[in-house]
């Protein structure tokens, strides 16, 4: 019975500390959705470009 009074009380305890928590509104939530795939986007696009590099100069040192 003890263990699950604390099951019980733990789940208070999560929904409590839910009400806390500042949920992002649906604007803020498409925004930063946007900002991190630029973000994935553009590091992407950086390790493509040095993966040429690399690959062009690996080629060079092999010949």
């Known amino acids: 019975m003890e263990f699950l009074r604390r ?3 733990f789940f208070r305890e ?3 500390e839910f009400k ?3 949920w992002p509104g649906r604007v803020q939530v498409a925004n930063s959705t946007v900002v991190v795939l630029v973000v994935v986007g553009v ?3 950086f390790l493509f470009l040095v ?5 062009r100069v690996v ?3 092999l010949r």
Do not use: R, T
Request: proline content about 0%; hydrophobic content about 55%; charged content about 10%.
């Open 7 to 9: 099951v019980q009380q």
């Open 43 to 45: 590091i992407g696009f």
């Open 51 to 55: 993966d040429i590099g690399l690959s």
């Open 20 to 22: 806390k928590v500042n």
């Open 59 to 61: 080629g060079v040192i």
């Open 14 to 16: 999560v929904v409590a």
